[in-house]
């Protein structure tokens, strides 16, 4: 995005100085680095950073108003409300397709947002190793509000251990060892000392948690929560978990209930320049004739399962729960990176910290995502290079 840069990295790139680079990123913990690290990092100039912030900050402003628990009660699904609801999402993740607006200009687009945590952890080593990899010079930082590597992971202490000890404190996943994220899990237990503990390992007791390790049981004070529901309904054969609706003696970080309020179902919530024009599918009151300038969204899926991309009418008249469906106008991401073949589409996530007592979250940090494929994510990249998950480095 920044041509200079850009030319510079290009020039000195080989494929001796790759290999090294992921090689350092896979001994953070061998053999759990499932999903694939792209060659090159995003250099983002000052005007997009802003346009972005900017766009986060009218969302924000949605989201602390005192009516958004009453106007995102419908995006939690019944079946799954859990007890004890924080007032606020801890974390929250805005993501921004790097697109072309009519004019040709460069402009970021929301694509989804969600009140849940992302590999904020494992991110701390990747933007390090990053940094010295690319020769990023220091006009530019992957951090935003001036943190840094210390503060950063400070704030995410704070955060996520509070008060605790932190052998009372866990990353709750179902079956973490399979995730594809899991190398975050084992960076967040080594920065902070915590547990990740299965769900099908949590042991209730009366109205309290616990878990086993080395022979010990431990009670479960707080849980960091990397549990997607979605994710979770897929499972077969979980046995006898713990029942969601009880009240449990835990404080959640983030609350579940958050990763639907914040989500696609606040989309059409929003009025900004920058986050597509969307609308509940059973608010639709007409279909309309450019279609294929649309793109038909589930409001309850995982990792874009379910996702139409060329809409047709029949494909609205045939949903049955309208309700959970949405209709989002159409983004054009643009080949902005420029790479050895074809050049690559780019998707930027920013990270954003809720501390106790903040009045409103604080952008922190980001990850990003390039691809060549029709749809951002691993499953439309198979087989292509300069493509996966990398980072942006924001000039100052």
């Given at each position: 995005m920044q041509k200079e840069l850009r030319e510079a990295f290009?020039?000195?790139?080989?494929?001796?100085?790759?290999?090294?680079?992921?090689?350092?990123?896979?001994?953070?913990?061998?053999?759990?680095?499932?999903?694939?690290?792209?060659?090159?990092?995003?250099?983002?100039?000052?005007?997009?950073?802003?346009?972005?912030?900017?766009?986060?900050?009218?969302?924000?402003?949605?989201?602390?108003?005192?009516?958004?628990?009453?106007?995102?009660?419908?995006?939690?699904?019944?079946?799954?409300?859990?007890?004890?609801?924080?007032?606020?999402?801890?974390?929250?993740?805005?993501?921004?397709?790097?697109?072309?607006?009519e004019k040709g200009e460069l402009e970021p687009q929301l694509i989804e947002m969600q009140g849940f945590p992302t590999l904020f952890a494992f991110q701390v080593f990747h933007t390090r190793f990053t940094r010295e990899y690319a020769e990023v010079p220091s006009s530019h930082d992957a951090y935003l509000n001036n943190y840094n590597e210390e503060t950063y992971l400070q704030l995410l202490k704070?955060?996520?251990?509070?008060?605790?000890?932190?052998?009372?404190?866990?990353?709750?996943?179902?079956?973490?060892?399979?995730?594809?994220?899991?190398?975050?899990?084992?960076?967040?237990?080594?920065?902070?000392?915590?547990?990740?503990?299965?769900?099908?390992?949590?042991?209730?007791?009366?109205?309290?948690?616990?878990?086993?390790n080395n022979g010990r049981k431990i009670q479960v004070k707080r849980i960091y929560n990397r549990l997607i529901f979605d994710d979770l309904h897929q499972q077969k054969d979980l046995g006898n978990i713990i029942d969601f609706k009880h009240p449990w003696e835990v404080e959640w970080v983030s609350h579940p209930n958050w990763f639907y309020r914040i989500s696609k179902f606040t989309l059409p919530l929003i009025n900004n320049r920058y986050v597509p024009k969307t609308v509940f599918l059973n608010e639709l009151k007409e279909i309309p004739a450019d279609l294929e300038n649309?793109?038909?969204?589930?409001?309850?899926?995982?990792?874009?399962?379910?996702?139409?991309?060329?809409?047709?009418?029949?494909?609205?008249?045939?949903?049955?729960?309208?309700?959970?469906?949405?209709?989002?106008?159409?983004?054009?991401?643009?080949?902005?990176?420029?790479?050895?073949?074809?050049?690559?589409?780019?998707?930027?996530?920013?990270?954003?910290?809720?501390?106790?007592?903040?009045?409103?979250?604080?952008?922190?940090?980001?990850?990003?995502?390039?691809?060549?494929?029709k749809m951002i994510g691993t499953r439309y990249n198979k087989d292509k290079e300069w493509v996966g998950g990398t980072v942006s480095f924001f000039e100052k």
């Open positions: 290009n020039k000195n790139f080989s494929d001796e100085k790759y290999a090294a680079y992921v090689e350092r990123i896979e001994n953070l913990h061998p053999g759990s680095l499932d999903f694939r690290n792209a060659e090159t990092p995003i250099f983002v100039p000052k005007d997009f950073t802003q346009k972005m912030l900017d766009a986060c900050e009218d969302i924000i402003d949605v989201i602390v108003q005192p009516g958004f628990l009453s106007l995102t009660e419908r995006a939690i699904p019944k079946d799954i409300v859990v007890q004890n609801e924080t007032a606020y999402s801890d974390f929250i993740a805005f993501d921004f397709g790097v697109c072309e607006n704070e955060i996520i251990i509070g008060d605790e000890n932190p052998e009372n404190v866990i990353l709750l996943e179902i079956y973490p060892e399979l995730q594809k994220t899991r190398i975050d899990f084992y960076c967040t237990e080594n920065t902070l000392g915590l547990k990740t503990v299965c769900l099908t390992k949590l042991i209730p007791e009366g109205n309290k948690l616990f878990y086993e649309y793109v038909l969204k589930p409001l309850f899926s995982f990792a874009g399962m379910g996702v139409v991309i060329d809409v047709t009418k029949d494909d609205i008249e045939k949903v049955k729960d309208p309700e959970n469906w949405i209709l989002q106008r159409k983004v054009k991401y643009a080949d902005v990176i420029q790479t050895p073949d074809i050049p690559a589409k780019a998707e930027i996530r920013l990270f954003y910290f809720w501390k106790k007592g903040w009045a409103r979250p604080v952008g922190t940090h980001n990850l990003s995502r390039l691809s060549k494929g």
